[in-house]
C-alpha cells in the first residue's frame, strides 16, 4: 500500500525525523503521518479517500501532508545534485535520439534523461536566462 518494504519505510522514517526535523503531536506520530504522505502519493488518492482510509478530518490529512511534503523537500535537495553544476554535457539517451535531440539539445534540469519541468521564482529567474550557454 505504501510502495515501499517495512525496512525502507523504517529508514526513510528515522531519516526524516532524526535530519529533517519531521515531529509527532500528541495527535499524530510521525510513522502514521509519512504512511498518509505515502498512501496519498503512491496511489494518487484523494484527501477524501485518506480521510476514510486513516480516520483523520480532511485538515489534518492535510496538515500532515504538507509537513512531510517540507521535510522530503528538504531531503530532496541533499540527495539531488548535479554532478557539475554549470552542466556540460547532455544525456547521451536525448543526444542520440533524433526525436529528442533538436529540442532538448540546449536543456538544463535533466536527470538521468528524464526531463523535469523548473519554477523558478521570479527573483531568480535572471540566474537561468541562458544558463546553458
Avoid at 530532496?76 to 553544476?85: C, H, L, N, T, W
Avoid at 521564482?121 to 537561468?128: A, G, M, N, T, W
Wanted: net charge positive.
Amino acid at each position: 500500500m505504501l510502495r515501499m518494504n517495512g525496512n525502507t519505510f523504517i529508514v526513510l522514517h528515522g531519516l526524516l525525523v532524526s535530519k529533517y526535523k519531521l515531529e509527532s503531536t500528541i495527535h499524530m506520530h510521525t510513522m502514521e503521518a509519512l504512511a498518509i504522505f505515502l498512501y496519498i502519493l503512491g496511489d494518487g488518492s484523494s484527501n477524501q479517500r485518506a480521510q476514510s482510509r486513516f480516520k483523520h478530518s480532511g485538515e489534518t490529512i492535510s496538515r500532515k501532508f504538507e509537513e512531510v511534503l517540507l521535510a522530503v523537500v528538504e531531503l530532496g535537495r541533499d540527495i539531488v545534485r548535479p554532478k557539475d553544476p554549470n552542466f556540460p554535457t547532455t544525456h547521451d539517451r536525448i543526444r542520440r535520439d533524433h526525436r529528442m535531440w533538436p529540442h532538448f539539445k540546449d536543456c538544463i534540469g535533466a536527470v538521468d534523461g528524464t526531463h523535469i519541468l523548473a519554477v523558478v521564482l521570479d527573483e531568480d529567474k535572471v540566474r537561468y536566462i541562458s544558463r546553458s550557454k
